[in-house]
């Protein structure tokens, strides 16, 4: 009748997630870090995806996110990519730590298109509680965590089981239920992608969101397409600006998954002219 | 008389949160927050596991056990049980608190 220490590697990874979830939660309220545990175990039963997550993904109070990553790094954890890394908007980085596995830290929620201060206080607001792996755990309250889920699924195409439930429950909604999410969608500034995710992105034919989430919601792989639509959703100059620099930043993320150095010299020229020639084979920049 | 719960800095993990059995009898993984490096119980330990989860006061500890083992409670059982669970408090996992005489 003895306990066994297991190899990291013989942990099924769908516990490594709940542990880790457990483990954020815990650093956060050790170190008065205000974040919000989303998708996967945190999340409404009903709505845990298929198939299950890989990684913990926690949304952090921008205020806040440069003490949670000086926290992660003193606390064993490696950074793996960066926020420039993640997506069009640019919104999550992962880490990893050998004990824990990985995580997601979102810095902002692709389709809130209020700031991400405002968008995380408005979610704080109406915060709940859930428990994972026997730790108490923060998360959003039951229309925020919808909305979250929708606009997760939008991006990601019309494919997932996941979705699937979510949409089963937009159905089992009542009007008043509706109009409240619709509300909600409203002030967070995220009537396009929760159109997206309804299939009504007609509606919203001619906004500058329109292409964007027309390209992820359709499961589309052609970056010079993703390109243009993320140049054509620019709110500002100065976004417009931050996109085009973007299109010329060469990611540091190395083979094996390491953060290199910035590239630079016959690197970075070779990165550029293999995008280049990415592009001309009609893959687009990346 | 001894008794025990869990600690409330562990996070712990029945493997029935998977979609499909890991392996051929249940398991727990379990994690002192912030030490990491879980551990897995099976079999019997899983057993003194979950019945710790359940109740504190050993007599109740020991029946549970029994009970999913299906083995009668006899003073063997008994031994092993509390050797067990000192073990675990012993680590830290389970608290030690004042039970009823």
Known sequence: MTSIEPDEADIPNGVRVHLAHAYLAWLAKTYGVDLLHIKGPASDPRWQGFPASTDADVLVRPVHMPLFEQVLRSSGWQQKTEFADASAWQHAAVWHHPSWGYADLHRRWPGFGVSPDTAFERLWATRGRATVAHQQTVVPGHAEQFLVHALHEARSGHSRQSGHKLREEWDSMTAEERSGTEGLAATLEAEVGLAAFLGRLGDFRGHPEHDLWLYFSMGQDNRAREWWARLRSARNTAELVAVIASAWRVGRVAPGGALREDPRGLSYLSAQVHRLWRLLRGGGVT | ?101
Do not use: C, K, N
Request: charged share 25%; glycine share 6%.
């Open chain 2, 1 to 101: 008389m001894t008794a025990y719960r869990i600690a409330p800095h562990v996070a712990w993990v029945d493997d029935e949160v998977l979609p499909r059995p890991y392996g051929p009898e249940p398991q727990v993984y379990i994690a002192d927050l912030p030490e990491g490096r879980p551990l897995v119980l099976s079999g019997s330990s899983w057993a003194i596991w979950s019945a710790v989860a359940r109740w504190q006061d050993p007599a109740d500890i020991i029946a549970a056990v029994a009970a999913e083992l299906d083995v009668p409670p006899s003073g063997e059982l008994e031994g092993q049980v509390y050797r067990f669970l000192e073990q675990l408090a012993d680590r830290g996992l389970l608290e030690r608190v004042q039970g009823r005489d």
